[in-house]
């Protein structure tokens, strides 16, 4: 397919900035009883900010709080805490409870199973239809379909608007699923795992794809990920997480180059190199995640790190700056 820019839809490109900016986001989940109190640490003081034109890509294994993340940002679950800015206004303040149609419209998200998230009693065409009618009253919709899957990708457009999902294969319905996020004229697209359920050889199409919109419409993308060479292909700056916790943020290719974190070094280590055959560093730090209940004091990498020290299982290392892009979270750089 060739990748193409509809003439007719108008770019939503609007001066940099940091558009989205979240401050100590902090989710809780409340799983115990009265007798037997049991907290899930999903997500524990997340902060950073995603600006228009850049893509953040957020890096961990599951149960890290990279979902977590993007829920509480799309507003799909609330906050146990924190703040959560657009274009400064907190949203969480002004908007309790439920997100206003324009917050919902300037932060769309892509999800990772482009199969689940179409329904499969609708056409392509109805599917993209639907937000514009929605958050743009429906004018000109047909021709709004078809510009939008032009620019996704599909040529004919006009042929795909009327297929149904079970038509398209896994790429094609990932792109369907953009289409449809970019049917409202979003800021910023929070896409979760959009590639990870895809065949390897139409991946790069999908992040290709993205890349695109990032430059031509200046839209900033939250790009979840458990794949760090991905993470390095496409993100400006990258945030490292475990077990809910941002451990190490930098440029993608500073972090990928000079890791800090002996967990951004365990992910580097699992990142498949030809040169080095099957040999991989650090196999003292194989393990599982910890449990996310009632968390223990400390660090919570503290089981599986290879350069554990006392201090480690006491108190929660605080951020250490490396440089003016380049933080990280941990005892050996305090
Ligand atoms: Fe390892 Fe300690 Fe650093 Fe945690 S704080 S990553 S346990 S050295």
Known sequence: MTLQTSPTVQSTAAPAGPALDVRKLTKRFDIGNVLKPKLVHALTDATFTVNRGEVVALVGESGSGKSTTARLISRLIEPTSGEIYLHGKNVLKSEPGVASLAY???IQMIFQDPYGSLNPAMTIGAHIERPIGIHRGGRNA???VVDLLATVGFNPPAEFAAKYPYQLSGGQRQRVAIARALAVEPEIILADEPVSMLDVSIRMGILNLIEQLKEERGIGFLYI??????????GDRTIVMYAGHQVECAESTELMDRPAHPYTKLLLSAVPNPE???VTGDDEARGEIPSLINQAPGCPFAPRCPHVMDVCR?????????SQDHWV????HS
Do not use: N
């Open 314 to 322: 006491k108190a929660m290392p605080a951020v250490t700056q490396l």
């Open 225 to 234: 990920t458990h794949d760090l060479a991905s993470a390095r292909y496409i």
């Open 276 to 278: 080095a055959g099957l």
């Open 142 to 144: 047909k021709e709004a």
């Open 329 to 332: 979270r941990c005892h050996l």
């Open 104 to 106: 919902r419209r300037a």
